[in-house]
């Protein structure tokens, strides 16, 4: 009951992520290993216009991921699959033919009635052009953020869990807002109503 209090739904998150065009949504369905992803994704992983929706490999998407960072993700994903569980992952990315781009991807897997994994989905935050204007304390918010996550998932507590990726989302929106040549943030910070 505990994990249910915020009374928010994965569609109205994802909704609500897609403000000022700075985040990116996913789903995977798991045992066809196809991910259905928006424009946005499309275009931050330099696949050709138009690929979004129709369900595309996942190798896809991996094999554009930094190889500093593969085996990471490649192993939190496979544990949130083990587990039916979400993650929080900061990792670069590398599209074809463009500029390496740093990312924080939060995703949650899910079983199916026999215990299988069966589906994901998720959103992805670009913070390559966010990292020069960052102020230290939102900056030190997410590295701090990302340290509770990783204690939080030795424990292996579901509440604590969900809340650390709540704080890690909101982290990563208020990143995502703020303008890409200096100044203040673009609107108001969003705040979740529990």
């Known amino acids: 009951m505990r994990a249910d209090w915020v009374g928010v739904s994965r569609d109205g998150l994802a909704a609500a992520c897609e403000a000022d ?25 330099g696949l050709p216009p138009g690929a979004a929706g129709a369900g595309r490999a996942a190798a896809l998407f991996l094999e554009r991921i930094h190889p500093e960072d593969l085996a990471m993700v490649r192993a939190r994903i496979a544990r949130a699959c083990a587990e039916g569980t979400s993650y929080v992952l900061a990792y670069r990315i ?40 960052v102020e230290p304390p939102l900056e030190r918010a997410a590295a701090h953020g990302l340290a509770v996550r990783e204690a939080v998932d030795a424990l292996g507590d579901p509440f604590l869990r969900r809340l650390a990726d709540m704080l890690l989302l909101e982290i990563g929106r208020n990143l995502a807002r703020l303008p890409r040549g200096g100044g203040p943030a673009r609107g108001r910070p969003r705040r979740f109503i529990v």
């Open 21 to 45: 065009d700075a985040v990116a949504t996913w789903r995977w369905d798991i045992p066809a290993n196809l991910l259905h992803v928006d424009d946005r994704m499309v275009a931050l992983f």
């Open 94 to 133: 590398r599209p074809d033919g463009a500029a390496e781009r740093r990312v924080l991807s939060c995703g949650r897997c899910e079983h199916d009635a026999a215990g299988r994994p069966a589906r994901g989905q998720g959103v992805i935050v670009d913070m390559t052009d966010t990292a020069a204007v």
